[in-house]
């Protein structure tokens, strides 16, 4: 294990959460994800269930966790299913949790191995009135595999046809939007282990570098700390590439006068962190690149004001949007006369700046969360606001994520450099 153990404690008041919002004579029953093929005997690496390691913390295949509240064995009202170890496991692939470690892991008492859980099911689903079952609902998910959960649905829909079936996706959207303080700590190590990553590239960026070079520079810093690499896919465009949302190929090299644009953060214990910064090649801004820089740097603080409890997401874009024509005007992109005369839909203003603001962030680094619920004390946030003039091959956006705290927000990447005057002191430091 790369990061340090997990409170069990966590997980427990997570199921008691969970528990609290079912129907009487409920079973809720969640598996593990798929490890899913590549091509001939290539597999992808094994990603966790968010739901399953929110509710267990168990980072392992073949996982299955059943609950039945009102189950008349109080031995059955919890049950986690984990895989049994071969000898063939052991060598080809090491062992896997015993049910003492399971046990130690979870805060689960009855722990059966994975070959059990149809015949426990057969047992346990005729007692229940209700089953909840688990799929993916967010709203940006584009689903075209099926998972493991899918063909279960299908599985006991076919066996038990006469159950009343639950959605538990909004029920874990719900417990997830706001976090526990050890998750907030957890997220916090993934954004000090970001900073570690920044500041070692700050110093290695320069002309004729390659983007692809850069992430490696990270992706060894990261690893280095105990994080398992990237949150997701990481984002370095130089040039006219930072205009790219979502540029992944990271494969040009870097241009004196260019700016770089990196997207790129750590996960750590399965939580996510997602930073973004933009930095100039050649380590000095030109006046235009620290115009349009401290200009984004204007509408990142204006909307760390304005992501507050109350606020809702629909209201705080549009304000956002508000803070950012103001700045477009003062760059000259767009005319104050045009801006005050264009429509509601602000064409001119998404023109440069087409995309959200925030997103909750947690175990996805787009977390799951209740569409349009006010934000709240505890949820966590990135911030990032963004400027990209196609025109001058000029992307920029500046990204943190803070908790919102009840008077104030509190800043996890506080630390990480942010300022155009930092900035250059530590890209010339070693030069």
């Not at 010339?428 to 030069?431: E, F, I, M």
């Given at each position: 294990m790369?990061?340090?153990?997990?409170?069990p404690?966590?997980?427990?008041?997570?199921?008691?959460?969970?528990?609290?919002?079912?129907?009487p004579?409920?079973?809720?029953?969640?598996?593990?994800?798929?490890?899913?093929?590549?091509?001939?005997?290539?597999?992808?690496?094994?990603k966790?269930?968010?739901?399953?390691f929110?509710?267990?913390?168990?980072?392992?295949?073949?996982?299955?966790?059943?609950?039945?509240?009102?189950?008349?064995?109080?031995?059955?009202?919890e049950?986690l299913?984990?895989?049994?170890?071969?000898?063939?496991?052991?060598i080809?692939?090491?062992e896997?949790?015993?049910?003492e470690q399971?046990?130690?892991?979870?805060?689960?008492?009855?722990?059966?191995?994975?070959h059990?859980?149809?015949?426990?099911?057969h047992?346990?689903?005729?007692q229940?009135?209700?089953?909840?079952?688990?799929?993916?609902?967010?709203l940006?998910?584009?689903?075209?595999?099926?998972?493991?959960?899918?063909?279960f649905?299908?599985?006991?829909?076919a066996r038990?046809?006469?159950?009343?079936?639950e959605?538990?996706?909004p029920l874990?959207?719900?417990?997830?939007?706001?976090?526990?303080?050890?998750?907030?700590d957890?997220?916090?190590?993934?954004?000090?282990?970001t900073?570690?990553?920044?500041?070692?590239?700050?110093?290695?960026v320069?002309?004729?570098?390659?983007?692809?070079?850069v992430?490696?520079?990270?992706?060894?810093?990261f690893?280095?700390?105990?994080?398992r690499?990237?949150?997701?896919?990481?984002?370095?465009g130089?040039?006219?590439?930072?205009?790219?949302?979502?540029?992944?190929?990271?494969?040009?090299i870097?241009?004196d006068?260019?700016?770089?644009?990196?997207?790129?953060a750590?996960?750590?214990?399965?939580w996510?962190?997602?930073?973004?910064?933009?930095?100039?090649?050649?380590?000095?801004?030109?006046?235009?690149?620290k115009?349009?820089?401290?200009s984004v740097?204007?509408?990142?603080r204006?909307?760390?004001?304005?992501?507050r409890p109350?606020?809702?997401?629909?209201e705080?874009?549009?304000?956002?949007?508000?803070?950012?024509?103001?700045?477009?005007?003062r760059?000259g992109?767009i005319g104050?006369?045009?801006?005050k005369?264009?429509?509601?839909?602000?064409?001119l203003?998404?023109?440069?700046?087409?995309?959200?603001?925030?997103?909750?962030?947690?175990?996805d680094?787009?977390?799951?969360?209740?569409?349009h619920?006010?934000?709240?004390?505890g949820?966590?946030?990135?911030?990032?606001?963004?400027?990209?003039?196609?025109?001058e091959?000029?992307?920029?956006?500046i990204?943190?994520?803070?908790?919102?705290?009840?008077?104030?927000?509190?800043d996890?990447?506080?630390?990480?450099?942010?300022?155009v005057?930092?900035?250059?002191?530590?890209m010339?430091?070693?030069?």
């Open positions: 790369r990061y340090d153990p997990i409170d404690q966590l997980f427990i008041r997570n199921r008691e959460k969970l528990r609290a919002q079912l129907k004579n409920s079973i809720v029953i969640v598996l593990a994800n798929d490890i899913y093929p590549t091509n001939a005997d290539g597999t992808m690496a094994f966790q269930n968010a739901d399953l929110y509710l267990t913390g168990v980072d392992q295949e073949d996982t299955m966790l059943v609950l039945m509240p009102d189950a008349k064995d109080p031995k059955e009202r049950i299913f984990v895989k049994e170890t071969s000898e063939h496991i052991a080809w692939e090491g896997k949790l015993t049910k399971a046990k130690a892991a979870t805060g689960i008492e009855r722990i059966e191995w994975a059990s859980f149809e015949s426990w099911l047992r346990l689903i005729p229940a009135d209700n089953i909840y079952l688990t799929t993916n609902e967010h940006r998910a584009v689903v075209v595999v099926e998972t493991a959960n899918d063909r649905i299908k599985k006991c829909q038990y046809p006469l159950h009343r079936y959605r538990l996706a874990m959207h719900r417990l997830r939007i706001t976090k526990d303080p050890v998750e907030v957890i997220i916090q190590k993934a954004c000090k282990i900073e570690a990553g920044f500041r070692r590239l700050l110093g290695f320069k002309p004729g570098v390659g983007e692809w070079e992430e490696a520079e990270l992706l060894h810093e690893v280095r700390q105990g994080s690499g990237f949150a997701y896919g990481p984002i370095i130089s040039g006219k590439n930072a205009c790219v949302l979502h540029y992944v190929e990271n494969d040009k870097c241009q006068g260019d700016m770089l644009l990196l997207d790129v750590a996960e750590y214990a399965g996510a962190s997602d930073l973004t910064r933009t930095i100039p090649v050649n380590g000095r801004f030109t006046a235009r690149q115009e349009v820089y401290n740097l204007r509408v990142f204006g909307a760390n004001e304005i992501l109350g606020n809702t997401p629909l705080y874009q549009k304000q956002v949007i508000e803070l950012m024509e103001a700045e477009l005007v760059l992109l104050a006369k045009e801006a005369e264009q429509g509601p839909d602000k064409h203003v998404k023109k440069y700046f087409m995309h959200g603001t925030s997103h909750h962030m947690g175990l680094v787009h977390d799951v969360a209740p569409p619920e006010p934000y709240a004390e949820m966590v946030f990135t911030i990032e606001p963004g400027i990209y003039i196609r025109e091959g000029l992307g920029i956006r990204e943190n994520d803070v908790v919102i705290g009840k008077t104030s927000n509190f996890l990447m506080k630390d990480i450099p942010i300022e005057e930092e900035i250059e002191e530590l010339n430091a070693k030069r």
